[in-house]
């Protein structure tokens, strides 16, 4: 399932490098995104490095989800493709 990452999960003060929020195609609503909990997130960079995470629920009421990332992803991910196994 393709996905976009839209940003690091932050609060007012602070970002957490290895928490993203991602957006996938078709899912519209929280319940659709608690479905994809657990689920394998992967980005790969421009030089072709794989970076793996796992989906840990929903983001929001609009079908947002949050993904941890073993290695943090740098502020180039923000708007690229990502994919949800």
Known sequence: MKAVVVNYRRGRHTQNPHQMILKAEGVDTKE???KLKGRQA???SPAG???TGTVLGAHGNKGALRARFETGLPGQAIGT???IL
């Open 32 to 34: 659709a995104a608690e």
């Open 42 to 44: 992967v980005w790969t």
């Open 49 to 51: 490095k794989q970076l």
């Open 81 to 83: 493709p990502a994919e």
